[in-house]
Protein backbone atom coordinates (compact mmCIF):
# COMPACT_ATOMS: atom_id res chain seq x y z
CA UNK A 1 0.00 0.00 0.00
CA UNK A 2 2.87 2.45 0.65
CA UNK A 3 4.09 1.86 -2.78
CA UNK A 4 1.31 2.50 -4.16
CA UNK A 5 0.61 5.94 -2.42
CA UNK A 6 3.85 6.83 -3.76
CA UNK A 7 3.53 5.82 -7.25
CA UNK A 8 0.56 8.06 -7.03
CA UNK A 9 2.14 10.91 -5.52
CA UNK A 10 4.70 12.33 -7.54
CA UNK A 11 6.71 15.42 -5.99
CA UNK A 12 8.05 15.64 -9.52
CA UNK A 13 4.41 16.76 -10.44
CA UNK A 14 3.83 19.09 -7.70
CA UNK A 15 7.35 20.79 -8.44
CA UNK A 16 6.33 21.36 -12.14
CA UNK A 17 2.90 22.72 -11.48
CA UNK A 18 4.50 25.24 -9.08
CA UNK A 19 6.91 26.28 -11.60
CA UNK A 20 4.17 26.80 -14.47
CA UNK A 21 2.28 28.58 -12.32
CA UNK A 22 5.19 31.06 -12.19
CA UNK A 23 5.76 31.12 -15.14
CA UNK A 24 1.75 31.70 -16.31
CA UNK A 25 1.07 33.51 -13.36
CA UNK A 26 -2.24 31.71 -13.06
CA UNK A 27 -3.65 31.52 -9.76
CA UNK A 28 -5.32 28.05 -7.97
CA UNK A 29 -7.37 28.50 -5.16
CA UNK A 30 -8.07 25.65 -2.92
CA UNK A 31 -12.25 25.38 -2.13
CA UNK A 32 -14.12 22.76 -0.52
CA UNK A 33 -12.22 19.70 -1.95
CA UNK A 34 -10.87 21.34 -4.80
CA UNK A 35 -9.02 23.48 -6.56
CA UNK A 36 -10.22 25.49 -8.90
CA UNK A 37 -8.91 28.15 -11.47
CA UNK A 38 -10.97 31.39 -12.57
CA UNK A 39 -14.69 31.09 -12.66
CA UNK A 40 -14.18 33.66 -14.03
CA UNK A 41 -10.43 34.29 -14.94
CA UNK A 42 -8.68 37.63 -14.55
CA UNK A 43 -9.57 39.81 -17.72
CA UNK A 44 -13.07 38.07 -18.51
CA UNK A 45 -15.48 40.95 -19.13
CA UNK A 46 -17.94 39.05 -20.81
CA UNK A 47 -21.28 37.42 -18.83
CA UNK A 48 -20.83 34.24 -16.85
CA UNK A 49 -22.05 31.15 -18.64
CA UNK A 50 -25.22 29.56 -18.15
CA UNK A 51 -26.15 25.73 -18.25
CA UNK A 52 -24.62 23.31 -20.81
CA UNK A 53 -21.32 25.62 -20.99
CA UNK A 54 -19.89 22.60 -18.66
CA UNK A 55 -17.90 19.53 -19.77
CA UNK A 56 -16.91 16.83 -16.80
CA UNK A 57 -13.79 14.85 -17.15
CA UNK A 58 -12.55 11.23 -15.93
CA UNK A 59 -9.70 9.21 -15.93
CA UNK A 60 -7.41 11.43 -14.64
CA UNK A 61 -4.46 9.53 -13.74
CA UNK A 62 -3.58 10.68 -9.94
CA UNK A 63 -0.59 12.67 -10.51
CA UNK A 64 -1.59 14.95 -13.44
CA UNK A 65 -2.05 18.32 -12.60
CA UNK A 66 -3.71 21.66 -14.04
CA UNK A 67 0.00 22.64 -15.66
CA UNK A 68 -1.13 20.14 -18.10
CA UNK A 69 -4.83 19.77 -17.74
CA UNK A 70 -5.69 23.70 -18.27
CA UNK A 71 -3.70 24.05 -21.35
CA UNK A 72 -5.39 21.35 -23.21
CA UNK A 73 -8.64 22.11 -22.55
CA UNK A 74 -7.84 25.90 -23.27
CA UNK A 75 -6.37 24.26 -26.36
CA UNK A 76 -10.29 23.93 -28.03
CA UNK A 77 -11.35 27.54 -26.06
CA UNK A 78 -10.78 29.76 -23.46
CA UNK A 79 -11.74 28.51 -20.23
CA UNK A 80 -13.97 30.40 -17.80
CA UNK A 81 -13.72 27.88 -14.80
CA UNK A 82 -11.65 24.73 -14.18
CA UNK A 83 -12.30 23.19 -11.36
CA UNK A 84 -9.78 19.73 -10.26
CA UNK A 85 -11.23 17.63 -7.58
CA UNK A 86 -8.76 16.68 -4.44
CA UNK A 87 -8.18 14.89 -1.57
CA UNK A 88 -6.68 15.71 1.54
CA UNK A 89 -3.56 13.63 0.75
CA UNK A 90 -2.53 16.29 -2.09
CA UNK A 91 -3.38 14.18 -5.06
CA UNK A 92 -6.37 14.67 -7.28
CA UNK A 93 -9.23 12.01 -7.45
CA UNK A 94 -9.51 11.75 -11.22
CA UNK A 95 -12.16 13.18 -12.24
CA UNK A 96 -12.29 17.57 -12.82
CA UNK A 97 -14.78 20.48 -14.56
CA UNK A 98 -14.15 22.84 -17.40
CA UNK A 99 -16.33 25.46 -18.14
CA UNK A 100 -16.57 27.97 -21.36
CA UNK A 101 -17.68 30.77 -22.18
CA UNK A 102 -20.68 29.29 -24.61
CA UNK A 103 -21.83 25.74 -25.14
CA UNK A 104 -20.33 25.83 -28.58
CA UNK A 105 -16.86 25.33 -27.15
CA UNK A 106 -18.01 22.66 -24.67
CA UNK A 107 -19.41 20.56 -27.56
CA UNK A 108 -16.37 20.86 -29.33
CA UNK A 109 -14.35 20.25 -26.03
CA UNK A 110 -16.04 16.97 -25.89
CA UNK A 111 -16.04 15.77 -29.73
CA UNK A 112 -12.11 16.65 -29.79
CA UNK A 113 -11.34 15.57 -26.25
CA UNK A 114 -12.64 12.48 -25.12
CA UNK A 115 -10.84 9.39 -25.21
CA UNK A 116 -7.88 12.03 -25.53
CA UNK A 117 -4.29 9.75 -24.89
CA UNK A 118 -1.88 11.42 -22.33
CA UNK A 119 1.66 10.72 -22.31
CA UNK A 120 0.79 8.03 -19.67
CA UNK A 121 -1.10 5.99 -22.08
CA UNK A 122 -4.51 6.90 -20.22
CA UNK A 123 -7.58 8.66 -21.82
CA UNK A 124 -9.68 11.04 -20.55
CA UNK A 125 -13.24 10.16 -20.85
CA UNK A 126 -15.03 13.68 -21.67
CA UNK A 127 -18.78 14.42 -21.79
CA UNK A 128 -21.38 17.11 -20.92
CA UNK A 129 -21.69 17.41 -17.53
CA UNK A 130 -25.45 17.20 -16.34
CA UNK A 131 -24.99 20.54 -13.53
CA UNK A 132 -28.36 19.11 -11.66
CA UNK A 133 -28.96 22.55 -9.41
CA UNK A 134 -32.69 21.66 -8.38
CA UNK A 135 -32.57 19.53 -5.03
CA UNK A 136 -36.22 17.46 -3.58
CA UNK A 137 -36.56 17.55 -0.32
CA UNK A 138 -39.19 15.02 0.58
CA UNK A 139 -40.99 14.45 4.19
CA UNK A 140 -41.65 17.94 4.97
CA UNK A 141 -44.30 19.30 7.69
CA UNK A 142 -47.51 19.64 5.84
CA UNK A 143 -48.49 22.77 7.36
CA UNK A 144 -44.68 24.64 6.27
CA UNK A 145 -44.96 27.88 4.16
CA UNK A 146 -42.17 29.08 1.14
CA UNK A 147 -40.93 32.10 2.67
CA UNK A 148 -39.89 31.02 5.84
CA UNK A 149 -38.71 27.55 4.00
CA UNK A 150 -36.94 29.81 2.24
CA UNK A 151 -35.02 31.41 4.78
CA UNK A 152 -34.18 28.66 6.70
CA UNK A 153 -32.45 26.72 3.56
CA UNK A 154 -30.66 30.08 3.25
CA UNK A 155 -29.58 29.73 6.76
CA UNK A 156 -28.49 26.08 6.17
CA UNK A 157 -26.51 26.45 2.81
CA UNK A 158 -25.05 28.70 0.50
CA UNK A 159 -26.38 29.53 -3.30
CA UNK A 160 -30.39 28.98 -2.31
CA UNK A 161 -32.08 30.84 -5.59
CA UNK A 162 -35.68 30.22 -4.90
CA UNK A 163 -37.82 27.37 -3.54
CA UNK A 164 -41.69 25.87 -4.13
CA UNK A 165 -43.77 23.43 -1.99
CA UNK A 166 -44.97 20.94 -4.17
CA UNK A 167 -47.45 17.84 -3.16
CA UNK A 168 -45.95 14.34 -4.06
CA UNK A 169 -45.53 10.48 -3.03
CA UNK A 170 -47.68 7.88 -4.75
CA UNK A 171 -50.93 9.16 -3.18
CA UNK A 172 -50.40 13.05 -3.44
CA UNK A 173 -49.62 13.37 0.32
CA UNK A 174 -46.44 14.09 1.15
CA UNK A 175 -45.63 17.70 1.22
CA UNK A 176 -41.77 18.28 -0.74
CA UNK A 177 -39.83 20.98 -1.66
CA UNK A 178 -38.04 21.80 -5.11
CA UNK A 179 -34.68 24.21 -4.37
CA UNK A 180 -32.74 25.80 -6.76
CA UNK A 181 -29.55 26.18 -6.48
CA UNK A 182 -27.30 28.61 -8.40
CA UNK A 183 -25.28 26.68 -9.16
CA UNK A 184 -24.16 22.40 -9.15
CA UNK A 185 -21.70 22.90 -6.28
CA UNK A 186 -24.01 24.79 -4.57
CA UNK A 187 -26.24 22.08 -4.62
CA UNK A 188 -24.10 19.13 -3.91
CA UNK A 189 -22.87 21.08 -1.13
CA UNK A 190 -25.90 21.42 0.15
CA UNK A 191 -27.16 17.79 -0.18
CA UNK A 192 -24.37 17.10 2.00
CA UNK A 193 -25.28 18.41 4.84
CA UNK A 194 -28.81 19.09 5.27
CA UNK A 195 -30.64 16.28 6.19
CA UNK A 196 -28.65 16.13 9.56
CA UNK A 197 -28.95 20.06 9.56
CA UNK A 198 -33.00 19.60 9.52
CA UNK A 199 -32.62 16.61 12.52
CA UNK A 200 -29.95 18.70 14.33
CA UNK A 201 -32.08 22.20 14.32
CA UNK A 202 -35.43 21.05 14.54
CA UNK A 203 -35.39 17.40 15.63
CA UNK A 204 -37.32 15.98 11.88
CA UNK A 205 -35.93 13.66 9.53
CA UNK A 206 -36.37 14.92 5.85
CA UNK A 207 -35.27 12.99 2.17
CA UNK A 208 -33.05 14.74 0.47
CA UNK A 209 -32.19 13.47 -3.26
CA UNK A 210 -31.49 15.50 -6.71
CA UNK A 211 -34.90 16.42 -8.97
CA UNK A 212 -34.86 14.43 -12.10
CA UNK A 213 -36.76 15.18 -14.93
CA UNK A 214 -39.12 12.51 -14.84
CA UNK A 215 -39.84 13.98 -11.17
CA UNK A 216 -41.00 17.34 -12.70
CA UNK A 217 -43.57 15.84 -14.89
CA UNK A 218 -45.20 13.42 -12.97
CA UNK A 219 -45.52 15.37 -9.07
CA UNK A 220 -48.79 17.81 -8.69
CA UNK A 221 -48.77 21.58 -9.18
CA UNK A 222 -49.49 23.09 -6.04
CA UNK A 223 -52.36 23.78 -4.87
CA UNK A 224 -53.66 27.57 -4.45
CA UNK A 225 -55.75 26.71 -1.00
CA UNK A 226 -54.80 23.80 1.26
CA UNK A 227 -52.37 22.60 3.84
CA UNK A 228 -49.46 24.25 2.42
CA UNK A 229 -50.79 28.00 2.35
CA UNK A 230 -51.37 27.97 6.11
CA UNK A 231 -49.02 29.07 8.15
CA UNK A 232 -47.51 27.03 11.42
CA UNK A 233 -43.49 27.10 11.21
CA UNK A 234 -43.24 26.95 15.12
CA UNK A 235 -40.32 27.26 17.22
CA UNK A 236 -38.91 23.75 19.00
CA UNK A 237 -38.29 23.50 22.41
CA UNK A 238 -34.84 22.95 23.32
CA UNK A 239 -32.70 20.48 24.11
CA UNK A 240 -35.80 17.69 23.90
CA UNK A 241 -37.40 18.67 20.28
CA UNK A 242 -40.76 16.96 19.76
CA UNK A 243 -42.19 19.55 17.58
CA UNK A 244 -42.56 18.25 13.74
CA UNK A 245 -42.65 22.35 12.96
CA UNK A 246 -40.14 24.96 11.55
CA UNK A 247 -39.43 27.83 12.23
CA UNK A 248 -36.53 30.17 11.74
CA UNK A 249 -34.92 32.41 14.32
CA UNK A 250 -37.33 34.93 15.96
CA UNK A 251 -34.77 37.77 14.69
CA UNK A 252 -35.48 36.87 11.20
CA UNK A 253 -39.10 37.44 11.20
CA UNK A 254 -40.49 40.84 9.13
CA UNK A 255 -37.12 41.64 7.85
CA UNK A 256 -37.60 44.81 5.25
CA UNK A 257 -37.28 43.95 1.61
CA UNK A 258 -35.93 47.37 1.40
CA UNK A 259 -31.94 48.22 1.23
CA UNK A 260 -31.88 50.90 3.79
CA UNK A 261 -29.17 50.12 6.52
CA UNK A 262 -28.34 47.87 8.93
CA UNK A 263 -32.03 46.08 9.29
CA UNK A 264 -30.66 43.58 11.27
CA UNK A 265 -29.27 45.84 14.08
CA UNK A 266 -32.67 47.69 14.19
CA UNK A 267 -34.28 44.46 14.76
CA UNK A 268 -32.72 43.15 17.70
CA UNK A 269 -33.61 46.95 18.72
CA UNK A 270 -30.19 48.19 19.13
CA UNK A 271 -28.54 51.37 17.86
CA UNK A 272 -27.04 51.02 14.34
CA UNK A 273 -23.06 52.16 14.50
CA UNK A 274 -21.10 52.13 10.62
CA UNK A 275 -18.08 51.78 10.10
CA UNK A 276 -14.91 54.08 9.77
CA UNK A 277 -12.69 53.54 7.16
CA UNK A 278 -9.68 51.47 8.18
CA UNK A 279 -11.28 50.17 11.56
CA UNK A 280 -13.21 46.86 10.29
CA UNK A 281 -11.18 43.49 11.00
CA UNK A 282 -10.69 41.49 8.08
CA UNK A 283 -10.83 37.83 9.12
CA UNK A 284 -13.98 36.62 9.64
CA UNK A 285 -13.82 35.81 13.56
CA UNK A 286 -12.55 39.00 14.65
CA UNK A 287 -15.05 40.78 12.39
CA UNK A 288 -18.27 38.74 13.94
CA UNK A 289 -16.75 40.16 17.35
CA UNK A 290 -16.18 43.47 15.93
CA UNK A 291 -19.40 43.35 14.85
CA UNK A 292 -21.32 42.14 18.44
CA UNK A 293 -19.15 44.72 20.01
CA UNK A 294 -20.16 47.77 18.35
CA UNK A 295 -23.62 47.08 18.18
CA UNK A 296 -23.83 46.11 22.36
CA UNK A 297 -24.92 42.45 20.96
CA UNK A 298 -22.11 40.64 23.24
CA UNK A 299 -19.73 38.70 22.54
CA UNK A 300 -20.05 35.14 20.35
CA UNK A 301 -19.91 32.21 22.21
CA UNK A 302 -18.80 29.37 19.99
CA UNK A 303 -19.56 25.56 21.00
CA UNK A 304 -18.40 23.20 18.00
CA UNK A 305 -17.88 19.58 17.89
CA UNK A 306 -16.64 17.25 15.54
CA UNK A 307 -19.34 15.38 13.78
CA UNK A 308 -17.90 13.24 10.89
CA UNK A 309 -15.19 13.02 8.18
CA UNK A 310 -16.37 12.46 4.98
CA UNK A 311 -15.62 10.12 2.14
CA UNK A 312 -13.41 13.21 0.49
CA UNK A 313 -11.53 13.83 3.62
CA UNK A 314 -13.02 16.40 4.76
CA UNK A 315 -14.00 16.70 8.84
CA UNK A 316 -16.91 17.83 9.42
CA UNK A 317 -18.48 19.92 12.68
CA UNK A 318 -21.37 20.61 14.21
CA UNK A 319 -21.39 24.21 15.32
CA UNK A 320 -23.72 26.48 17.85
CA UNK A 321 -23.17 30.33 18.15
CA UNK A 322 -24.56 32.17 21.58
CA UNK A 323 -24.60 35.90 20.76
CA UNK A 324 -26.81 36.75 23.81
CA UNK A 325 -28.96 39.61 22.02
CA UNK A 326 -30.07 37.25 19.98
CA UNK A 327 -33.17 34.66 21.01
CA UNK A 328 -31.68 31.42 20.06
CA UNK A 329 -28.05 30.52 18.76
CA UNK A 330 -27.20 30.12 15.33
CA UNK A 331 -25.82 26.54 14.17
CA UNK A 332 -25.17 24.19 10.88
CA UNK A 333 -21.71 23.44 9.69
CA UNK A 334 -18.53 23.63 8.74
CA UNK A 335 -15.87 21.62 6.95
CA UNK A 336 -12.09 21.59 6.66
CA UNK A 337 -9.16 19.37 5.87
CA UNK A 338 -7.06 17.82 8.23
CA UNK A 339 -4.11 20.27 9.33
CA UNK A 340 -0.50 19.80 10.50
CA UNK A 341 -1.33 20.57 14.45
CA UNK A 342 -4.66 20.59 16.82
CA UNK A 343 -3.93 24.12 17.18
CA UNK A 344 -3.87 25.08 13.31
CA UNK A 345 -6.97 23.01 12.76
CA UNK A 346 -8.75 24.67 15.71
CA UNK A 347 -7.96 28.17 14.44
CA UNK A 348 -9.33 27.23 11.17
CA UNK A 349 -12.70 25.53 12.51
CA UNK A 350 -12.71 29.10 14.51
CA UNK A 351 -12.60 30.71 10.91
CA UNK A 352 -15.00 28.82 8.71
CA UNK A 353 -17.67 28.93 12.05
CA UNK A 354 -17.42 32.99 11.95
CA UNK A 355 -17.25 32.98 8.81
CA UNK A 356 -20.87 30.98 8.26
CA UNK A 357 -22.21 33.06 11.13
CA UNK A 358 -21.15 35.96 9.27
CA UNK A 359 -23.02 34.47 5.87
CA UNK A 360 -25.94 33.73 7.91
CA UNK A 361 -27.03 37.45 9.46
CA UNK A 362 -25.99 39.03 6.21
CA UNK A 363 -28.05 37.42 4.16
CA UNK A 364 -30.80 36.84 7.07
CA UNK A 365 -30.75 40.48 7.23
CA UNK A 366 -30.04 42.23 3.65
CA UNK A 367 -27.30 42.98 5.22
CA UNK A 368 -23.51 43.89 2.57
CA UNK A 369 -20.60 42.43 4.18
CA UNK A 370 -17.95 45.43 4.88
Keep these: MEGEQLQVFNPRGLKTLEEWMQKTSITLTQVNGQRKYGGPPLGWC ?11 ISQIPR ?3 EDRLIPLFQSVGTLYEFRLMMNFSGQNRGFAYAKYGNQVMALTAVMT ?3 YRLAEGARLTVRRSTEKRELRLGDLPANVIEPELLMVLRMFSEGVDDVMLKVGGPKGREVVAIVQYSSHYAASMAKKILVQAFKKQYGICITIRWLSTKSKHVEEAKPENGPLTQPGLKPLPKPFITSPHLHPPPFLHNVPTCTSPQPFI ?4 RRA ?3 RDGLVPQDAASQLQWLCEVNELGAPQYDVCYHHTGPDGFLYFAYEVLIPALPIPLSGFVQILPGNSAHAMKGEIHR ?4 H ?11 QAF
Design 352 to 355: ATAE
Design 63 to 65: DVY
Design 113 to 115: LNQ
Design 357 to 367: VLKTIYKASNL
Design 46 to 56: APAPGPGCEVF
Design 266 to 269: RAVG
Design 273 to 275: IQP
